[in-house]
């Protein structure tokens, strides 16, 4: 008898192959991230079917099945993409290749920049990672190129510390700025550099006129500079075209360009920047007119300032009478006179020093009888003015640069530091001493630390030019040598100790190689100092013999 089929099985058959069909078409318009929630949720918890949809009976099959749809569609309807332009290449770097001793040490030294640090005692090697900066000013002042395999490294030591990047980005070129424009991680030496774009023929004006009005502000800063080192006057042509039109924070920063080549034909413009809208641009303004002893601020300053401070006549021995100002009026405050003082400070006083500070220091010498700098700050003066008068004359040697009185209110370095004629502060001296010559810097120093040793001398050494050679090395010796045998912690001078080992005289070696043997414990001192002594010392010694061979290997 033939087989025949119900019509309800029927029925029911085409019924559930409906129902399946529906279930399968509806998970295959789900979208890709919902089949992706389904695969990693799984499909018990999250079955592939909209909501509200109906959920296929074999959910797992019907998701991979999907799944493969969504690809094929996805492949069948990829556009080719459109190539980008290759970048163009880097500019040629004409300077020479490293000698190959100094490219390993390089490598060396960026590698070890990496490499983990371990706490405690820092035992006798060199620490490699604080070479790097002296590494790269040799290489620089030898006129060498990067190696090119080295140069990610490079930019990356670079990017993680802000002081090598001037140093950096020099021995990079070309190349280095060519590769910063590719890696995003490296934007900063394009920041740092005008994008890296080379500057414009300072002799074509409608070039400069084009990069000024159109440039990015790094390029448009570097661009001020170079035209200000070639033609003064022209970079201020340059900067008055468009300065109404810029933002406070931009006018501040070009008229720091100004610093460079400062002179009388700056004073119109500056005169103008008084009245500006931004409080910050105004007193930048007045302190570079302060600085030109001719120009018309320097001479209302002077006059409020000779109206304070006066020889007094009523005594017997000469000495300098003070009648500090009783108010901060409009034309004070517009010439940079700033009203409200900090906390603490006294209001008239906080208004007496920005008035010397701003006055010419040969005002001085006339108002006090042709005496010279040494002679008027030896006086003595009223009212216990002493402090606040000197402190401003400091600041005044300092802007001015004024070498005389830079001499005169640093006094004798042997004078205890509380008595001397100026300012007891060591970091105001360091900037009086940055004012003379490297050669008297360095014996002022020396004789310094002499007297007083090394716990004072730490910002003054730090403007010492490098290497300290001479009496300068041979005093921070003799005073780490008396340190150590009178028996005090290392570690309290471990800040001068590694700046010897950056700075000294790598001749200075050999000298102290009798320092490294470690001493019997000698009684009141501290415990255990002599082997931290001779620890320090050890690694001082092979700090400055690597850094010969440093030397040695650019010299190649």
Not at 38 to 50: I, K, M, Q, Y
Not at 243 to 252: G, I, S, V
Not at 344 to 351: D, I, L, N
Request: aromatic share 6%; charged share 20%.
């Amino acid at each position: 008898m033939p087989h025949t089929t119900s019509p309800t099985a029927t029925t029911t058959a085409t019924t559930t192959a409906s129902t399946s069909a529906s279930a399968s078409a509806s998970v295959d318009s789900l979208p890709w991230e919902e089949l992706v929630t389904s695969a990693l949720l799984g499909t018990d918890r999250r079955p592939p079917a909209p909501r509200g949809g109906p959920v296929p009976a074999d959910a797992p099959a019907a998701l991979l099945d999907a799944a493969v749809l969504h690809t094929v569609r996805r492949r069948a309807g990829l556009l080719p993409a459109v190539p980008e332009a290759r970048p163009e290449p880097a500019a040629p770097d004409p300077r020479p290749a490293l000698p190959e001793a100094a490219r390993h040490r390089l490598a060396h030294l960026l590698a070890d920049r990496s490499a983990p640090s371990g706490g405690g005692r820092r035992g006798t090697a060199p620490d490699l990672t604080e070479l790097i900066p002296q590494w790269l000013a040799i290489a620089n002042r030898r006129g060498f190129r990067a190696p090119p395999a080295l140069l990610p490294a490079l930019l990356d030591a670079a990017r993680a510390r802000t002081d090598l990047r001037p140093q950096a980005l020099a021995f990079a070129g070309p190349r280095g700025m060519w590769l910063a424009g590719l890696n995003p991680d490296w934007k900063f030496a394009l920041r740092g550099s005008a994008s890296g774009a080379p500057q414009p023929g300072l002799t074509d004006p409608d070039a400069v006129a084009r990069l000024w009005e159109e440039g990015l502000f790094a390029e448009r800063v570097a661009l001020l500079d170079a035209v200000r080192a070639q033609d003064p006057p022209a970079a201020l042509t340059l900067l008055a075209t468009t300065w109404p039109t810029e933002r406070a924070e931009d006018r501040l920063m070009f008229l720091d360009s100004l610093r460079s080549g400062l002179g009388g034909a700056d004073e119109p413009f500056l005169e103008q920047a008084l009245s500006d809208r931004s409080r910050n641009v105004r007193a930048t303004a007045a302190e570079l007119l302060s600085a030109l002893p001719e120009s018309a601020l320097a001479g209302r300053m002077a006059a409020r300032a000779l109206s304070c401070v006066h020889p007094d006549r009523t005594g017997a021995v000469a000495s300098i009478a003070v009648e500090a100002p009783h108010e901060c009026d409009a034309d004070m405050q517009r010439d940079g006179v700033t009203a409200v003082p900090p906390t603490g400070r006294g209001e008239r006083s906080w208004w007496l020093g920005q008035l010397v500070e701003a006055t010419p220091l040969g005002v001085w010498e006339e108002r006090f009888g042709g005496r010279p700098a040494d002679e008027i700050v030896a006086l003595s003066v009223a009212d216990d003015w002493a402090d606040e008068l000197h402190t401003a004359w400091c600041r005044a040697a300092v802007r001015q640069r004024n070498p005389q009185w830079s001499r005169a209110l640093l006094g004798r370095p042997s004078e205890p530091v509380a008595s001397g004629p100026g300012t007891a502060s060591i970091a105001e001296r360091s900037k009086l001493l940055a004012i003379l010559d490297e050669g008297e810097r360095a014996s002022w120093v020396a004789e310094f630390i002499a007297a007083h040793g090394l716990s004072e001398a730490f910002q003054l050494l730090g403007v010492c030019t490098v290497p300290w050679a001479g009496p300068l090395g041979r005093a921070v010796v003799d005073a780490l040598d008396i340190a150590r045998d009178g028996g005090s912690y290392p570690w309290s001078f471990s800040g001068v100790m590694g700046l010897a080992e950056r700075c000294l005289d790598p001749a200075e070696a050999d000298r102290l190689e009798v320092l490294t043997a470690a001493q019997d414990e000698q009684e009141g001192a501290s415990p255990g100092a002599g082997g931290y002594w001779s620890e320090a010392f050890q690694r001082l010694v092979s700090t400055l013999r690597l850094r010969a061979a440093m030397e040695a290997e650019l010299t190649a």
